[in-house]
Every structure is written in structure tokens, then in C-alpha cells.
């Protein structure tokens, strides 16, 4: 069944970001039509689903100032972003402070800390000397935002992932989307898109082996990448790969922002530290890789050296808030945060990428606004701000929630697309392809190819071959297997778009890694061939979008001028991979074969490339 | 029954969750609210794990059950 509706404003994914976006959208102009899609459900999708502990990056007065969150993205970005971007986020963060506190219905001091004068207290965590990191005691965040939703009047379809961002003369006009249990499609025709589908994080698989074993939520499979793009929207950062220190196995967050910030650290089994600090930004990851490459891990999370009260509160946090199973997961393996060489941490076991946590994503500027008129994003889909966790989401979501306002009040009704029902059959004909075939490859088993490739060929250290090998197994794969792969249902089929997405971002971040030759952000981008910082790329984006022949091409953009003189460097230095493995085994001068083969080649002329069959069962009678 | 990998599996194997169907009321609110699609309604109306390998462990139903009826009783067999 088609359905054909009209909109103001599509919002694609019903995260943190998401939910701010249809709530602020509201304020500038309540008689807007906006529509919400989610492919989850509203109250409890994304990776606050059962939500969070901390706004991790925060510039509230008097503790920390909106330049505070531009130094610090200044350094852990090593200098690539826009500042000016970083200062917006800063400067609208007590707005989304206030806002959380009263669509939570949370007094002060009871949704985040306060000190005796009233104001927020933050903790350290970043490695700068400010403080920006407020916690939080979220459980129901995601509930109250999805309820707040519902009070605006919005539709809300959930379980009803986009497909597509339809565009005209470049300008967007519609949005396409199924519903995964009944099998409706849906035509949006709207004059702006948010885009706030999340992370590409369902990209890398670990090596437990289950394809939902992610860190991001795995509906968070990079199909708002992969529509941008198709979209015609850029996107920067490709190449500054997430790879986080996790839960080995559970891939939940260790919680080293749980923790860190509350006196614990990593260690490995001989009690060294593997870095100052435990933000994770590229300078720490390489020293979890070091301890690896040295053969001295595993790595663990040290908590014995706190007091049990201290011990009695991480745990509270780690196993009420987020990912709440973690106690479960614990308690399986026997793990106690009162032992050192406990809590087993892995690194970089599923890599990915992502705005929030990293900086990758569609690139846009101060108002969130992307180069297609009409598509805004926000949240871990964002490239434009950088590492911003889910205060940026939140903050930056209600900021383009309240710019597609006003976009689409200003303009006029999207064209009307000619011919929009036979479109429609043949869009669904093409994308139901899947369920009408027989015997064809399961989706898991394609999900499983495509994610041990992408974590086999592009997980650093990176060099061209590794990187081209990549593209050319995402390519592989769209050619060979696409084509004979099966669904059983709909909700299967959600599984090979997904698949599609997984690939195209696949490819951008094989591309992207080519293309700027040089090492940067530690462990992100480290290219062993090229170990060092490049100066032809400070202050310079690796630009992905699709080329007028449908080809992913690469270029490079300046950022814009800096406006606060802060560091573009973190503290580390890239290793020189020279193992010394010892004298290797000398042949004499008696080891020596023969240059031919006249037995083998006797054996070739007499039986060409058939072998006989000399031994052979017998068939009874 | 549910479908992985092309093979069919009962409603309780291999299930990390455990639906006490003496506290159920099959309200649906699990299976509204489960993020990943992997709760449905099966024999005589109880909720099961229809994709299975989906679940995210997020313990999101046993939280919202208003009537207590769902244990989350293991993480997921390949990462416990």
C-alpha cells in the first residue's frame, strides 16, 4: 500500500537529536506539518534508549565558557573543524540545559549536580585544564523527550525507516520510507529534511562474532550517510575512524567517562597505564595499541584503589543508566570492579565512524544547514561538530529543528512529482527485489562478509593496499551478493538496505583514508606509510560526495579561519614500526633447486589440467 | 517461531529472555517498545523473541513491563 503525504519538515531518526529537533521546530511555528520517522520506536531508540549518565562535552557558566568547548575540539580535532560551529554549541548549552530539566520535569539539582551557589558542576575528563563534563541521572530521557514530542502534534511514524531523500533541481522535496511490519510505503513530500539518523556503528564487527553486539545502537547502520550522500550532501572526516576502548565482547562503554572522571583508569597486566588521560580521543587509543602491539595486554578497568562508597556509585551509574546489562555481563564473567585485573577492556575491536564520538559525518556550518538546500543535520550523523556526545545532539538537534523552521516557512510548496504513483510500484518493486527471491543469500550472512571486511582491511594502522582492498570488497560485495541476496520479511528487508549503507560508508572511509596522505588524530588516521603529520592538511577536510557520474570522489576543502588561537595538536607521537625479529633462517649454498620441472611438466603435457582419477568408490549395484 | 539465519526456532530456544506467563497480561507494551523489532506477539498472544539475534540486550522491556513478567535472564550467547 502507498501512501502519499505532505510535510513542512521530515525528521529521519527519533534520537536525542531527533525528538529536539520536532520539539524546537514546533516552538518557531506550531502549525507547521512535521513528521517524525523513526525505524525504531520513539521512546527508547538510539543510544540513549535506556539512557545516559553525563553530557560529556557541556560549556556551562561559571565552571566552563562556549571558548572552553572550542579549545578543547580545537586540539582533539588537531585543528580540522569549523570554530565557529564549536562556539554555537557552547554558546546554546544552558538553553538545552534548562530545556532537558523541564521536558524531564526535573528540579535543579536532580537531574544534574549543582554546587551551594547553583550552579551546574562539571567534572575533568578532556585533556584540557576545564571542566565540561556534567552528569547526569537520565534514565528516562528518552521517554520524556518522546512524550514531549507527542504534546506537539507531530507524526510520528515509527518503524518506518526513510529509504530515500528525494531531491529537485538539488533542492530537497520528498522523502521515502517503509514501514517494516506492515510493509507500507510512504511518500513525504516536505520542504526540509532533518537528518538525525545517528552513527554509521554497525560497521566493524567484533570478534565476538554477533551482529548486534555494537557499541552504537545498531540501528544506527550509517544510512544517513548513505542518503546524504546519495542526496548530494558532503561529508568530512571520513577517514577519522571510532575506535573505542569497550567492554571486550559486550561492547558497552567500559564506562571510562564513568569512571574516569571519578578516579579510574586502564591498566594493562604489569599495572602500567596506557594514558594520562581516559578521554577518547586518538592520542589515548594509541596508547591501548601500544600495549597490544607490545604484547602486553590485555587491558583492564582499575577501580580496587577507589572506596567502596566510590566503587558503590560507579556501579549504580554503569548498571541503572545506558547500557544497564553491563551488571549482567559482569556478573557472567565473574568481573568485580574491586579487583585490578578485572574488568577486561578491548580496543578498537569494531571500527566505525561517527560525529558525536569522533567527527565524522555530513559536513554542515553554523546553523546545521547542509550544501543541499533544505537538508540539516545534526547529532552523530553530523561532521560538522565534532565529538560533541549527546549534549551536541541534543543542543545542535534544536537548533535545526528551529533553522528548518524557518527554512520552510520561506519557501514554497515542494514541486509535484509527475507520474508519483508509478514511481512509487517501481521504487518498491526494485526494493522488495529481496523477498521475491528463492534461495537466495540470508541477510545475516552478507551483514557478516561485509563487517569482517570492514574491520579486517580498514582498522589501523592503514596503508593504501589495506585501503583499496576495502573499496574493492564493498564493490565486491554491491556486485555479487546484492544481487542473489534474500529477505524473509520486512523487517529482513530493512536489513539489506542496511547492508547498502553499511557498504557505501564502507567505501567513503577506504576513499577518504587515501586521499589525505598524511597521519593524523593518533590512532584515528594513522597511515603507516605516511607517519606524520602533514602541513598541506592543517586546517583541511578530505571532502566525500558523488560525482556527476555516480561515482564517491574525494577533494579538499579548507576549513574556515580560525577565530580563537587555541593548540591544534594533542600530545603524542606516531611509533616507528621497526620490530626486530631476529637472523632469519641462511640458506646455503647447497640449498638450491632446479630453475624447471621436467617431471611436473611431463605430468602437464601428458594430463593438461585434469587430475586422474585413480581411486575411485565403488557404486554398488 | 522465529527466523535466523534461515532456521526456524521455537519461541523459547535460545531465548535470553525469560516471560513468566503467569504475570503476563500481553499488554504488547514490550513488544511496542523493544527499539530493535525483536519482540512479537506468538502463541495465544505472549511475546517472544521473534529476532532473536537483533536484541541489543538493552533490558529496555524488562523495564517498561508494568507487571514484572520479563527477566532478562543472560546477555546474548556469543558475548556472555
Not at chain 1, 594509541?286 to 577501580?303: D, Q, R
Not at chain 1, 504513483?421 to 551483514?447: F, H
Request: aromatic residues 10%; charged residues 25%.
Amino acid at each position: 500500500m502507498y501512501h502519499v503525504k505532505q510535510a513542512d519538515i521530515v525528521i529521519i531518526g527519533s534520537g536525542a537529536a531527533g525528538t529536539m529537533s520536532a520539539i524546537y521546530a514546533h516552538r518557531v511555528d506550531p502549525k507547521l506539518k512535521v513528521v517524525v520517522l523513526d525505524k525504531s520506536k520513539m521512546d527508547s531508540s538510539g543510544g540513549a534508549g535506556r539512557g545516559m549518565d553525563a553530557l560529556n562535552t557541556v560549556a556551562l557558566p561559571p565552571y566552563s565558557q562556549p571558548e572552553d568547548v572550542v579549545e578543547l575540539l580545537t586540539k582533539v580535532t588537531e585543528g580540522i573543524l569549523d570554530q565557529k560551529v564549536a562556539h554555537r554549541f557552547g554558546e546554546i548549552c544552558p538553553r538545552m540545559v534548562a530545556d532537558l530539566e523541564q521536558i524531564m520535569g526535573r528540579g535543579k539539582g536532580d537531574l544534574f549536580p549543582v554546587d551551594a551557589d547553583g550552579n551546574y558542576k562539571l567534572m575533568y575528563l578532556q585533556p584540557i585544564n576545564k571542566p565540561l563534563l556534567l552528569p547526569m541521572d537520565g534514565e528516562e530521557m528518552k521517554r520524556a523527550l518522546a512524550h514531549a514530542v507527542r504534546q506537539t502534534g507531530a507524526e510520528i511514524l515509527e518503524r518506518t525507516p526513510a529509504l530515500r531523500i528525494i531531491t529537485e533541481g538539488g533542492k530537497v522535496c520528498g522523502v521515502l520510507a517503509m514501514n517494516i511490519r506492515t510493509g507500507h510505503y510512504y511518500y513525504i513530500k516536505t520542504k526540509a529534511v532533518c537528518l538525525t539518523t545517528g552513527a554509521a556503528g554497525r560497521m566493524g564487527l567484533a570478534s565476538s562474532g554477533y551482529l548486534a553486539g555494537t557499541y552504537e545502537f545498531p540501528g544506527c547502520s550509517g544510512d544517513g550517510y548513505a542518503m546524504a550522500y546519495e542526496a548530494g550532501a558532503e561529508l568530512v572526516n571520513m577517514e577519522c575512524f571510532q575506535a573505542n576502548t569497550l567492554l571486550k565482547d559486550h561492547q558497552g562503554p567500559s564506562c571510562g567517562y564513568v569512571a574516569a572522571p571519578r578516579g579510574a583508569y586502564t591498566i594493562n597486566p604489569w599495572n602500567e597505564r596506557t594514558w594520562s588521560h581516559g578521554y577518547s580521543s586518538g592520542d589515548s587509543k594509541m596508547g591501548a595499541w601500544k600495549k597490544f602491539a607490545e604484547g602486553k595486554g590485555p587491558i583492564y578497568l582499575k577501580m580496587d584503589h577507589l572506596p567502596e562508597e566510590m566503587i558503590q556509585i560507579i556501579e549504580k551509574i554503569q548498571w541503572g543508566n545506558e547500557r544497564t546489562s553491563r551488571g549482567l555481563f559482569h556478573k557472567g564473567r565473574k568481573q568485580d570492579y574491586r579487583q585490578a585485573h578485572s574488568v577486561e577492556l578491548a580496543f578498537a575491536e569494531e571500527i566505525g565512524v561517527c560525529g558525536g564520538h569522533s567527527s565524522s559525518g555530513v559536513l554542515s556550518d553554523v546553523q546545521g544547514a547542509t550544501n543541499v538546500p533544505g537538508l540539516y543535520v545534526a547529532g552523530d550523523v553530523d561532521g560538522g561538530l565534532p565529538q560533541s556526545y549527546l549534549g551536541g545532539a541534543l543542543a545542535m538537534g534544536g537548533l535545526i529543528g528551529e533553522e528548518a523552521a524557518h527554512f520552510a516557512g520561506g519557501v514554497a510548496e515542494p514541486p509535484q512529482r509527475s507520474g508519483l504513483k508509478a514511481w512509487l510500484r517501481q521504487e518498491a518493486q526494485a526494493i522488495e527485489e529481496p523477498l521475491r527471491r528463492e534461495g537466495g543469500l540470508p541477510t545475516s550472512l552478507v551483514e557478516y562478509k561485509a563487517r569482517t571486511r570492514v574491520q579486517y582491511y580498514l582498522k589501523p594502522p592503514k596503508n593504501p593496499a589495506f585501503m583499496e582492498k576495502a573499496a574493492w570488497w564493498m564493490e565486491r560485495i554491491r556486485q555479487e551478493d546484492l544481487p542473489r541476496i534474500q529477505a524473509v520479511d520486512f523487517h529482513d528487508l530493512l536489513k539489506v538496505q542496511e547492508i547498502k549503507s553499511i557498504l557505501t560508508v564502507g567505501e567513503m572511509m577506504a576513499r577518504a583514508s587515501l586521499f589525505r596522505d598524511e597521519s593524523r588524530w593518533g590512532y584515528q588516521h594513522w597511515r603507516a606509510d605516511l607517519p606524520a603529520k602533514s602541513p598541506e592538511w592543517d586546517r583541511t577536510w578530505v571532502v566525500i560526495k558523488q560525482g556527476a557520474d555516480g561515482r564517491m570522489e574525494a577533494s579538499k576543502r579548507l576549513a574556515p579561519e580560525y577565530e580563537w588561537d587555541y593548540p591544534t595538536a594533542m600530545e603524542y607521537a606516531y611509533p616507528e614500526l621497526k620490530f626486530d625479529t631476529g637472523p632469519m633462517f641462511e640458506k646455503g649454498p647447497e640449498w638450491k633447486n632446479p630453475a624447471g620441472d621436467p617431471w611436473m611438466k611431463a605430468h602437464l603435457d601428458d594430463q593438461g589440467m585434469s587430475t586422474p582419477r585413480r581411486f575411485m568408490p565403488k557404486v554398488e549395484d | 517461531m522465529s527466523v535466523v539465519n534461515g532456521v526456524r526456532y521455537g519461541e523459547k530456544d535460545f531465548s535470553w529472555l525469560d516471560f513468566d506467563h503467569d504475570r503476563c497480561v500481553r499488554c504488547g507494551i514490550c513488544v511496542d517498545m523493544c527499539p530493535m523489532d525483536v519482540l512479537h506477539f506468538g502463541e495465544h498472544g505472549y511475546p517472544y523473541m521473534r529476532y532473536r539475534d537483533d536484541c541489543w540486550y538493552c533490558d529496555v522491556c524488562t523495564f517498561v513491563c508494568p507487571r514484572q513478567a520479563i527477566t532478562l535472564t543472560d546477555v546474548p550467547y556469543l558475548i556472555r
